[in-house]
């Protein structure tokens, strides 16, 4: 067991901690939990959905440090390794290749004999809602809460479906509704914007990137622009149908994050600005990480300086 679920169990306010979908920004995610367990903050729940529900359950595990070294090791070539093709029209990658890497990685667990309580989101898109997976295999439960439509193929699990949790609810704060802890924790990868952030560059190909697979290397250099939607060049070309769904998506996320955020608040919302890095941009690990670290001091002693004022103002005679 890796040595950040030991610190876990320092004592600290006890937290349920929301982990939101938004593709490689999830990576800030692992810089949050490092925080908050550094903190003494003692994580005792996670609900997760798409990437949140991927770092959650692998820190649930007790296996997020061997994670984040991995993560942070991958260069951009390196991602097209995982791109498993499917050729089918349910989706661009059957995705068993990368989860057959973090299996091996992690190890086999069922998620009710996990140490912490672990809940992941997907959607049943026949039924048209979402489905908590709480139990069984943890990888049967991130492989469909993944499973972004147009990229990953849907997962058939339990009779069912499945596609990405975030079509539904990018901010799983519900599941968390059971929890007995002192407080919970939502962190929304769909913030609007930083208006400090300088504009990105589009992403080229290295020489190494050009020599891989050519069809792979062309759909990697897609989903690496698809965040880029302020590039003028970008504006005055027609958006292909892949490219308009993903955008699509993305824009319904930011507005039902938006109205769960506002529905159940929870005590702490750490906001990760959507147009940090693009949504594929996993090789970016070390700068996300580091993100994610600085956002959650920034919001946690915000809420401390919150309480300190309540406590101190002077009572009315």
């Known amino acids: 067991m890796s040595d ?24 800030a995610h692992i810089g949050i939990i490092q925080w908050l ?3 003494g903050y003692r994580i005792e729940s996670i609900a997760g959905a798409s990437m949140g529900a991927l770092v959650g359950g692998i820190h649930a595990a007790g296996e997020l440090d061997t994670y984040r070294d991995w993560i942070c090791a991958l260069r951009r070539s390196d991602v097209l390794r995982f791109l498993d093709l499917a050729f089918r029209p349910g989706g661009l990658i059957k995705g068993e290749r990368i989860i057959g890497t973090l299996r091996e990685m992690v190890g086999e667990h069922d998620i009710e004999s996990l140490p ?7 959607t049943d898109i026949d039924r048209q809602r979402e489905v908590w997976i709480s139990e069984g295999p943890l990888f049967d439960a991130i492989r469909a809460s ?10 058939e699990y339990l009779g069912l479906t499945l596609l990405d949790g975030g079509l539904l609810n990018p901010v799983p704060i519900a599941p968390t509704f059971r929890d007995f802890t002192d407080m919970t924790i939502a962190v929304n990868l769909n913030a609007e914007p930083s208006p400090l952030a300088a504009p990105r560059k589009p992403v ?4 190494e990137a050009r020599r891989e697979d050519d069809l ?20 005055d070309e027609q958006l ?5 769904v993903t955008r699509s998506f993305e824009t319904m996320q930011n507005a039902i994050s938006a109205a769960k955020l506002a529905a159940y608040a929870p005590d702490v919302v750490i906001n990760v600005p959507r147009d940090v890095c693009g949504a594929h941009e996993f090789h970016r690990a070390r700068e996300l990480i580091a993100l994610g670290r600085e956002l959650a001091e920034e919001a946690m002693s915000a809420q401390r300086a919150s309480i300190e004022r309540v406590t101190r103002r002077p009572r009315r005679a």
């Open 204 to 207: 080229l190909p290295t020489s």
């Open 4 to 27: 950040t679920t030991q610190d876990d169990r320092r004592q600290g306010p006890g937290v349920s901690l929301v982990l939101g979908s938004g593709g490689a920004r999830g990576l």
């Open 240 to 244: 292909g149908m892949l490219e308009l």
């Open 146 to 155: 993944i499973a972004v439509p147009t990229v990953f193929t849907p997962h």
């Open 216 to 235: 792979r290397s062309r759909i990697l250099q897609f989903l690496d622009g698809l965040m880029d939607g302020g590039n003028a060049e970008q504006e």
């Open 116 to 122: 912490i309580s672990y809940t992941a989101v997907a």
């Open 37 to 39: 367990i550094e903190h």
